[in-house]
């Protein structure tokens, strides 16, 4: 398995181009089963999570092209992918494929909503908790689906189609929010959906969909109206960028210190996490170039967070902000709201010499001086690069093992860390 290997101590300086949202990628491909015609999707990252789901997408007879290499493209230049689900063979989505990857598990929504079954694994994906999907299901059957659950299968069929109804999750879910948006753009009648996840995601597919013929109303809100349609069809649609990506950096660069433009990014999907980030004592300015992100000589503050639904602070960025928070001064509480087990990175930071006690859902990091580099491994996606945050400003050496979680959502992740004055190197397994 693949290694990573970081002197640490170097300030960043330079640019970073940001790539599309892995968390919007995702979803608008699979999106692609609501039409027969071609739904082309412009900068989508060159991630493993895409490439699981574009077989995923294969297995149910959808065909693709990825555009090749145009003049001007360097490695980070996002991909053009076009998707043709005209000739759906299979609505059966397998456990092989399904259990890697918990956002495949979507694809129910597309397949009941045209075809009127589907037949789908129960999903698996990072190992941040339990991740139901309860809510996902019980919006399905508030459409009219009828549910079984069979040998580890979801078996759902709606012979008469879906019907528009009235969903109110009883706690915000991006997931679910997704699923009942799909669903509901091919069903009979009007759907609402209340208490809706209001990530920038959701309203980057809302719009996908509009442009396929889709009639949604009031998304990256938490009341969403959908009026039914009959058909959908194709369109071109760019992948927003990636917000978890930019915050990554933005803590990378508070983190070590240095004067970095995030491009390609936009401020107002980082929301909650620009202001902490501003009362720890980073400098973030929207320019003509992009996203400013600039810290000298100054220390940090500790600033305590806690973990929300869009706005508030993300629970993608939690793992990062932690390791930001190790060389703080001072003491800073951070508690995880969303999920139950995504902590998992506090004993992988204790590696470095930082100073984190457990209480309950929170994390309360006493801010040390210095870190140490050290051997660690990554547990998760956002956890890993958590460790490469600390590896950047540890003295030493940091060897990062296990980084295929980090080839799941960061796209060249040492290219863009190493033109910016990073020590970062990727040692192949032979
Ligand atoms: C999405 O996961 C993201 N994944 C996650 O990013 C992100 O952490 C999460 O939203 C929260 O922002 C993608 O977009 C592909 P949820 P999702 O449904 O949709 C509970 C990453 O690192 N819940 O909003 O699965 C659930 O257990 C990933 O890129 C139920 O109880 O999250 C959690 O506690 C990790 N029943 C909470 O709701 C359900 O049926 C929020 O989950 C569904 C969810």
Aim: net charge negative; proline share 4%.
């Amino acid at each position: 398995m693949d290694r990573i290997r970081i002197k640490g101590g170097a300030p960043l300086h330079g640019t970073i181009p940001i790539s599309g949202a892995k968390n919007a990628a995702l979803p608008l491909m699979t999106a692609s089963l609501l039409t027969a015609d071609t739904l082309e999707l412009l900068n989508v990252p060159r991630l493993a999570d895409v490439a699981l789901l574009l077989r995923i997408l294969e297995n149910h007879g959808v065909d693709h092209s990825v555009a090749g290499k145009r003049p001007g493209h360097t490695v980070e230049t996002g991909q053009a992918i076009r998707l043709s689900a005209a000739s759906v063979i299979d609505t059966c989505a397998p456990y092989e494929l399904v259990s890697r990857m918990r956002a495949s598990f979507w694809v129910i929504a597309p397949l009941l909503a045209r075809f009127g079954e589907a037949c789908v694994s129960l999903p698996g994906g990072c190992a941040i908790g339990t991740r139901p999907v309860d809510l996902l299901l019980k919006a399905l059957e508030d459409m009219g689906v009828v549910i079984e659950i069979e040998g580890g299968y979801v078996k759902a069929k709606a012979p008469k189609g879906l019907q528009g109804a009235e969903i109110v999750f009883p706690k915000v879910t991006v997931s679910g929010t997704h699923v009942a948006l799909m669903a509901a753009t091919l069903a009979n009648g009007t759907t609402v959906i209340e208490n809706a996840a209001r990530e920038p995601e959701i309203a980057d597919l809302a719009e996908c969909l509009n442009k396929m013929g889709a009639k949604v109303s009031g998304a990256g809100t938490s009341r969403i109206v959908i009026d039914g349609v009959s058909r959908l069809h194709g369109t071109t649609h760019a992948v927003m960028p990636d917000r978890i990506e930019t915050g990554t950096y933005a803590m990378a660069v508070a983190m070590t210190g240095g004067d970095v433009v995030l491009e390609n990014t936009r401020p107002e999907i980082l929301d909650n996490a620009i202001e902490v980030l501003e009362q720890v004592g980073v400098d973030v300015k929207m320019t003509n170039e992009g996203l400013h992100i600039h810290r000298n000589g100054s220390g940090l503050s500790a600033v305590d967070i806690t973990t929300n639904p869009f706005p508030g602070f993300p629970t993608d960025l939690q793992a990062q902000f932690m390791a930001l928070m190790t060389r703080a001064k001072g003491t800073s509480r951070i508690r995880e709201t969303i999920f139950e087990n995504r902590f998992m990175h506090v004993q992988e930071l204790a590696r470095f010499g930082a100073q984190i006690r457990l209480d309950g859902d929170a994390a309360i990091v006493d801010g040390v001086e210095s870190l140490k580099g050290a051997p660690v491994m990554a547990t998760d996606l956002r956890a890993s690069v958590s460790l490469v945050i600390a590896g950047l400003a540890a003295e030493g050496e940091t060897e990062i093992h296990r980084v295929y979680h980090l080839d799941r959502g960061f796209e060249a992740l040492e290219a863009k860390l190493g033109r910016c004055g990073a020590e970062i190197e990727r040692i192949r397994a032979s």
